[in-house]
């Protein structure tokens, strides 16, 4: 009795017993499942063609390709000879334009691109960029034609006394350079225009170029406004590289003969720590405060 009773009342969930028989035999179960994955297989999305991705992909480079040109680095072309043998004609170089943003000024030796200060390049005739050259110009692979654009270093600052007399050195606040590493073999640092003494004024640069008798820089622009000086907010940014041709690739470090002692005047020293101390007296308040929370921590433990 005890068996038949067992086996008229077998529990639901044996594995061996369907639990609904179709007419064809099939379990529902499976039929279930069957109706599933054939629902699903209809569900499923077709990935998208490449070609469809492809508009997607380009607007996402073009939108890069502007946020970069406009906030990181942007390409140049070097244009003539006054700047040899650092740069040569028909080179590309990478300049820095991010730096600026976060405040950073044009320091003793940097190779820098700057707008045309008014007058300098009056007489240049640029030609009429074609289409592709306005675009690829427009999402900075290529500089602009329609901008008035100089690359020159930078031999003194703000707040410097720079000169340099026929066949002697160019002498920044007293320090005479030893330019024979940069300025173009067989050049004299100045005998085609000497200058000075000359106070720099605040915010601006005194620049020269590497090929010194073969370069308008501020020495030929004395008597414009500014006397010849280029001010910082005209500064595109500085060159950091050679990119281009792939064998003339290097980067553009600041030489040397600028890092001399006592070269620096004692306002742009401070200046120059001034970041620094910004940076410690905004520090310190928040070590004091973490310490006092952690010490509070421990007490209320």
Known sequence: MAVGARSGHEPEDRPDKPENVGSDGATADRAGTDGDSSRGGTGQQKPRSFWKELPLLIGI???LALLIKT??????????????NTLQRGDRVLV????????????????VVFHDPGGWLEDTQAPEPNVVQKFLSFIGLMPSAEEKD????????????VECKKDGPVVVNGKALDDKSFIFPGNTPCNDEPFGP??????????????????????????????????????VGRAIVVAWPINRWATLPVPKTFDQPGINTTVNTAMSLAPGALGLAGAVPLVL?????LTRGRTAG
Request: glycine share 10%; hydrophobic share 35%; net charge negative.
């Open 71 to 84: 906030f990181l680095v942007q390409a140049f072309s070097i244009p003539s000879d006054s700047m040899q």
């Open 198 to 235: 000359i106070t720099v004024p605040e915010g601006r640069i005194w620049v020269m170029g590497d090929h010194r008798q073969n370069s308008l820089d501020s020495r030929y622009h004395q008597e414009l406004p500014g006397g010849g000086t280029v001010s910082n907010d005209e500064v």
């Open 61 to 63: 480079a073009l939108v």
């Open 289 to 293: 405060w973490r310490r006092r929370r």
């Open 96 to 111: 820095d334009k991010l730096t600026p943003w976060f405040g950073a000024e044009p320091e003793r030796g940097e190779v």
């Open 150 to 161: 100089l690359i020159k270093r930078v031999v003194a600052v703000g707040g410097d006394t």
